[in-house]
């Protein structure tokens, strides 16, 4: 019901369903509040405790989204009153565009905030003097070991100890730099200006956010189908001209294979056919799209406590990766992510030279930090 008009009708829905699978299914993939918004919508005969555990997920979301709005604002009004130009990725201003009838029901865990990587530390700086503590990397880094956090991070992790917000701060969009390597500049010339609450918050343009998008859900497997929701709502509104431009747009910028992928996955889900696809771009991604839903239908892995028996999975993730990525740099890229973690920085203090020591040591590495658990 969440992919839209596309899926299978309300009535249909409603017959023989366990509810309480279907609540646990819809809190797992981040999107109770529109499950509940289209059980309201289509009075489907729901039991009632079940009911109200969708509304009482709606109330809550509802006022996290108003909360993480008005958190966005303001750190877009500090930026701006320094001067520093800011995208906010994902967030209030696509819950604004895609999900206008009710914006409040696009669930987010965090804010999303893109700068230049040259003013990404007095961003930084500003954060932690508005009550933010840095979550990743955790530990300061020496000035030598910046360089290899930068290239295994796209993004800071900070969390507020009072107000509970999470926001991770981007000198870049993607974990990996080889793919989607669009300047900040040129990125923010085609930024997009949307209205929230008063505010103008700017977005990622009419091409670089659905390829954004399909990157981001691409790099994760899309586990969770929140971002699908995301995606059929964006390529509903681009049309299938939009979509081919979308395509043409990221094969410039080196990302073709998450878009094409996210669109024949998109009609595996709910039969809808999209002309800008070929046959063989749809049976080239084909693997890809079975690994997916796989990983719709399972349960995510917890990647801060691995352990022995995620060897497989992690090895399957990286093989994903290789096959997603569209050049050499990209995959050499994958195999060190998968080789080395962000942690290993604070052991190794190495700048980004030193990437192979990274790849060589980082499973012993972290095998160690898993014998300390």
Not at 34 to 42: A, D, E, K, P
Request: hydrophobic share 45%.
């Amino acid at each position: 019901a969440c992919l839209g008009r596309f899926a299978v009708p309300g009535a249909a829905l409603a017959s023989g369903l366990d509810w309480d699978a279907v609540f646990e299914l819809a809190t797992r993939h981040r999107v109770e509040a529109l499950v509940g918004l289209h059980i309201t919508q289509q009075s489907l005969a729901v039991p009632d405790h079940v009911r109200d555990l969708f509304r009482q997920g709606q109330r809550a979301q509802t006022l996290t989204a108003l909360a993480q709005t008005g958190e966005t604002i303001r750190l877009t009004e500090l930026a701006a009153a320094k001067g520093w130009p800011l995208i906010v990725l994902k967030g209030a201003p696509l819950a604004h565009t895609l999900y206008a009838e009710s914006p409040t029901a696009r669930q987010s865990i965090d804010i999303d905030l893109l700068v230049a990587p040259a003013n990404f530390t007095a961003v930084e700086a500003e954060l932690l003097d508005a009550g933010y503590t840095r979550s990743t990397p955790r530990l300061p880094l020496p000035p030598g070991a910046q360089s290899m956090a930068r290239h295994l991070l796209n993004a800071n992790e900070y969390e507020h100890g009072d107000l509970g917000f999470k926001v991770e701060l981007h000198h870049r969009l993607l974990l990996d730099p080889h793919a989607l390597a669009v300047s900040f500049e040129d990125l923010f010339a085609r930024s997009n200006v949307v209205a929230v609450g008063g505010v103008e918050l700017r977005s990622l343009g009419e091409r670089d956010q659905p390829a954004y998008l399909c990157c981001h859900a691409a790099g994760h497997l899309f586990f969770r189908m929140k971002w699908l929701v995301d995606l059929v709502r964006v390529f509903e509104s681009l049309g299938q001209t939009g979509i081919a431009a979308t395509l043409q747009h990221a094969r410039k910028v080196g990302c073709e294979r998450p878009v094409v992928l996210t669109l024949a996955l998109i009609e595996t889900l709910t039969g809808r056919a999209y002309a800008a696809l070929d046959p063989a771009s749809r049976h080239d991604v084909a693997p890809l799209v079975r690994r997916c839903v796989r990983a719709l239908h399972g349960t995510p892995r917890d990647s801060d406590n691995f352990r022995m028996r995620d060897v497989g999975d992690d090895m399957s993730e990286m093989l994903f990766g290789l096959r997603l990525a569209s050049s050499w740099r990209s995959r050499g890229f994958k195999i060190l992510q998968h080789l080395s973690n962000h942690e290993d920085i604070n052991t190794l203090q190495l700048g980004r030279t030193w990437a192979p020591v990274y790849a060589v040591l980082g499973r012993p590495l972290a095998f160690a930090r898993w014998l300390r658990r």
